[in-house]
């Protein structure tokens, strides 16, 4: 199937692209094709954010959103900003903060939500939307490595790799440009920034993992629009992360918690620290007397302004967190993704139109290098490095100071632009130099297990399909991992998808991957100190479904 463009990703970004560039057309009068590929059943599926969204790049793409009925339901009204000790709080005011950390003037939604109504405006433009359709392979054109296109919608193959009775073959989709929009660590970004070495002269690319849950609480406990964040409590020092706790819409309450991959003790549980975390009297006076709806947990690029790649590629670009745009000081992405994807799209409407195909859209990377995104992600550039270089306390106040300073001077920092040097799997230390963590048990109504709480995510796989966890050496997680690093997979992974299982006598380990419980976070790709674990995509239709997160 032939196609002007091919989109990989039906979130905010890649449906950002393909609206502009049939705006573009509608305005010339001129037509062209495009096509959205989505591996979530639905699309908005898979969509996880906090979120409070700045309308900044909705503004710019459709400004007469609220007219046309965009889900962003709750302004805010309360910033709130907590530093938690084991039981006590102190709050830091608002106004030792830039201005451009204050929420006022965003809104509190379901970015899920948001996404499936820019994909009714995507459809009315006559944008081909295809959801249950996972791109798993990339078409290169061989002598020049110009990406050609991708190959979506193989079904049917069983866990031995042999066609069953339902065997599909998948189409080709060719473009004369192919966006790749698929959020986090994604498998076909991954082989097109290896392939045309997009990461040379970047920072190496850094990560959280953020884990959601949705509450529905008493009227009397709701206060529609308040935003808390905090630091500190239950992590030490030396470990980032942070807390959301947004209330918005039909008595909702979002809550969740962030853990930068960077951290080092191997027997951290990001999700038993969430768990407990929700003990804490500032968290628990939200969610006491009410009801746990979903879960669920998605990786966070948190490299910034020094970690972007290149952007554009023969045939192509990466747009949104397939790239890497999140401000990690204000814990936002989404407005940085939907401009980056417009951006993108103004480049290839525009080389379409000139006739041209499958050459380097430099535009795009000059439009980004000039843009409000890339001026924004500089002037908080060295937050993170502080934090992974002087821990929570010395190095959040450092950071406080950085980003004053970039925002009066325009840019201006005593420390230049740091560097992240190494890798978060490259972070874990051994396991010999850290003591293992006891958690407490869940009670079952603030904190949860990890399987009932999977259960509520609607994570669901074909179960004859091949494992799309793979593992380059099957022996590494026993030989190498266990001895060295205790293991980690079996702890940082928020669904119990790895385990390490002995015999009655508690000899003989041996490693399982519960792969029909992976709600796609990409936490093991990014973290395994041996990088011994690839995510690869799932047969389309698979993984979690999240509605209104």
């Not at 503004?59 to 006590?88: M, S, Y």
């Not at 003037?105 to 948001?114: D, P």
């Not at 529609?224 to 239950?234: N, S």
Request: with cysteine; net charge neutral; proline share 7%.
């Amino acid at each position: 199937m032939e196609y002007d463009v091919v989109i990989v990703g039906g979130g905010p970004a890649g449906l950002s692209a393909a609206i502009r560039l049939k705006q573009r057309a509608e305005k010339d009068g001129k037509d062209i094709t495009v096509a959205v590929l989505e591996k979530s059943a639905e699309i908005g599926g898979h969509i996880l954010s906090g979120a409070v969204i700045d309308p900044r790049a909705l503004n710019e793409l459709f400004p007469d959103w609220k007219e046309r009925g965009a889900p962003l339901e709750t302004p805010v009204t309360r910033d709130k900003f907590l530093i938690l000790g084991p039981q006590g709080q102190a709050s830091l005011p608002m106004f030792a903060m830039p201005p451009f950390m204050h929420n006022h003037g965003c809104y509190i939604a379901s970015l899920g939500n948001v996404t499936r109504w820019l994909a009714e405006q995507a459809e009315a433009l006559g944008v081909e939307v295809y959801p249950g359709m996972a791109a798993s392979h990339v078409v290169w054109e061989e002598d020049t490595g110009r990406v050609k296109g991708v190959v979506a919608g193989v079904f049917g193959i069983d866990r031995e790799g042999r066609p069953t009775g339902d065997f599909q073959p998948g189409i080709e989709l060719h473009g004369k440009y192919v966006f790749i929009a698929e959020g986090v660590r994604g498998s076909l970004a991954k082989t097109v920034m290896a392939r045309h070495n997009l990461c040379d002269g970047a920072e190496p690319q850094k990560y959280g993992i953020g884990i959601k849950e949705l509450w529905q609480i008493p009227a009397d406990k709701h206060h529609p629009g308040l935003v808390q964040h905090t630091t500190g409590w239950p992590l030490d020092d030396k470990t980032g992360g942070g807390s959301f706790l947004y209330h918005f819409g039909d008595r909702y309450v979002a809550v969740g918690y962030v853990v930068h991959l960077n951290y080092a003790n191997p027997f951290l549980s990001p999700f038993d620290e969430f768990q407990r975390f929700k003990h804490h009297p500032a968290i628990a006076e939200h969610l006491e007397g009410g009801t746990r709806i979903s879960y669920g947990a998605r990786a966070i690029t948190e490299g910034g302004y020094q970690s972007v790649p290149k952007l554009a590629f023969p045939g192509g670009a990466l747009i949104g967190c397939s790239a890497g745009f999140v401000n990690v000081p204000r814990i936002k992405g989404s407005h940085n993704a939907m401009k980056t994807g417009m951006l993108a799209a103004d480049a290839a409407y525009d080389a379409v139109i000139a006739g041209r195909s499958g050459d380097v859209l430099t535009e795009y990377q000059t439009a980004y290098d000039a843009s409000w995104v890339c001026k924004e992600l500089r002037i908080v550039r060295n937050a993170k490095p502080l934090l992974g270089r002087f821990g929570t306390v010395m190095g959040g106040a450092l950071g406080m100071f950085d980003m004053w300073l970039n925002h009066l001077t325009g840019g201006l920092s005593l420390f230049g632009t740091m560097k992240h040097n190494k890798t978060d799997a490259a972070s874990t230390g051994l396991a010999r130099d850290h003591k293992a963590i006891a958690y407490p048990k869940p009670d079952g109504k603030l904190s949860f297990d990890k399987l009932s709480s999977v259960f509520i995510s609607n994570t669901n796989h074909a179960e004859d399909q091949p494992a799309h966890l793979k593992l380059l050496d099957p022996s590494v997680p026993i030989n190498v991992n266990l001895p060295k690093y205790g293991e980690p997979a079996r702890l940082y992974c928020p669904a119990g998808v790895y385990e390490v299982l002995t015999d009655e006598k508690g000899q003989n380990p041996r490693f399982q991957i519960n792969a029909q419980n992976c709600v796609h976070c990409k936490t093991c790709d990014i973290k395994d100190p041996s990088q011994n674990i690839v995510w690869t995509t799932p047969e389309g239709g698979g993984g979690p479904n999240y509605p209104n997160m």
